[in-house]
């Protein structure tokens, strides 16, 4: 325990994931992102499409993806890293899950 009482790997593993949660937010509105790219009609079907407006879409959609691919590569790496952090603190102070808390029995 830290000074005041608390476990300093707690505020870790919460910091982790609470990064890993906004990657993640992050993650999915780049790909809704991309997905508009690739849905837009009007782009597909006009003079625009000829003058290779097609092929700026697919290119905008794509580094929406590979970004949408970082954010969730770091979001995993983060979620990895909590797990790692829980594991390596010991059984001795980790809690029972909510349904085997001693006072559910």
Do not use: F
């Amino acid at each position: 325990m830290d000074k005041q009482g608390g476990y300093p790997w707690r505020e870790q593993i919460l910091k982790l994931l609470e990064e890993a949660c906004e990657l993640s937010d992050s993650a999915g509105s780049l790909l809704a992102s991309a997905l508009r790219h690739l849905e837009s009609p009007s782009a597909w079907s006009t003079g625009d499409a000829k003058r290779g407006g097609v092929i700026r879409l697919i290119t905008l959609a794509e580094g929406k993806l590979e970004d949408a691919s970082s954010e969730m590569a770091r979001c995993a790496s983060n979620m990895e890293a909590a797990e790692l952090l829980d594991r390596r603190r010991g059984p001795a102070t980790r809690h029972p899950p909510a349904g085997e808390a001693p006072w559910r029995r």
